[in-house]
C-alpha cells in the first residue's frame, strides 16, 4: 500500500480526495499532523497555491505529498471568486456565507447568463521537489438557490454540463466522475502509472 500525505485541514476535501484516490492508498492529512508548518496560501493563481502547499510539506514530509487548489470562477462575476472561493465571504471560511454572498452578486444576472466552472490543480511532491501538476475544469452553470445536502463548498449551486442536478444532490461516483477534481486525479493516475512502468524498466529498488 503506497502512503501520501495530503495538503489539506479541510475534512471535507480530504475526504473527497481519499475517495478519488481509491484502494491500495494510505491516505493522512494536515489533521494527522499538529506539528506541520502554517502555509499561507498568498498565490494569484490555483497552481502557484498548489505548487507552495506542496513544496511546503516536502520539505518537512517524506514521501507522496498531494497538494489541491481550486475554486469557482463565474463568468458573470469576471471569473470570481476564483483563488478566493474558500473565503469569499471573508474570514473564517464559511460555505453558507460564501454561497449567500455568491447569490447575492448574482440576483440580476438571467439563467443564460450564469455560466460558470469549477477548476483545479492539484501538484505532487516527493523528496522536496515538485513531481507535477494536473489540472482539471468542469463547466457548468449556476442556481438561484442551493440544491441537495452531498458535498461542499459551492456543490449545491453548480449544475455540471448535461446534468440537471446540482453537484450536492448527484451520487459520489457520478460527481467524481465529472467533476474537476476527478478529471485532475486521472491524470496524476496516469502519470504514476508511467513513472512506474519506466521504473520497472529500468530495474529501480
Not at 453548480?158 to 444532490?169: I, K, L, Q, T
Amino acid at each position: 500500500m503506497r502512503e501520501i500525505l495530503l495538503a489539506t485541514g479541510n475534512a471535507k476535501k480530504g475526504r473527497e480526495l481519499a475517495q478519488l484516490l481509491g484502494e491500495g492508498w494510505a491516505v493522512r492529512t494536515l489533521r494527522d499532523l499538529p506539528s506541520a508548518p502554517a502555509i499561507i496560501e498568498d498565490g494569484l493563481t490555483f497552481e502557484a497555491n498548489a505548487v507552495k502547499k506542496a513544496l511546503t510539506l516536502a520539505a518537512s514530509s517524506s514521501g507522496l505529498i498531494l497538494a489541491d487548489d481550486s475554486g469557482l470562477e463565474v463568468d458573470a462575476l469576471g471569473g470570481a471568486p476564483g483563488i478566493f472561493s474558500a473565503r469569499y465571504a471573508g474570514e473564517p471560511a464559511d460555505d453558507a456565507r460564501n454561497n449567500a454572498l455568491l447569490l447575492d452578486r448574482l440576483a440580476t444576472v438571467s439563467d443564460a447568463a450564469r455560466g460558470a466552472q469549477f477548476r483545479c490543480v492539484l501538484a505532487l511532491a516527493a523528496d522536496g521537489q515538485l513531481l507535477r501538476t494536473f489540472e482539471g475544469i468542469c463547466r457548468g452553470r449556476l442556481l438561484r438557490a442551493p440544491r441537495g445536502a452531498n458535498g461542499f463548498g459551492y456543490d449545491p449551486l453548480f449544475v455540471p454540463d448535461g446534468y440537471a442536478e446540482s453537484f450536492a444532490e448527484l451520487p459520489a461516483a457520478v460527481k467524481h466522475e465529472v467533476s474537476h477534481r476527478g478529471k485532475a486525479m486521472r491524470q496524476l493516475f496516469e502519470y504514476l502509472k508511467m513513472q512506474n512502468s519506466k521504473c520497472k524498466m529500468q530495474n529501480c529498488n
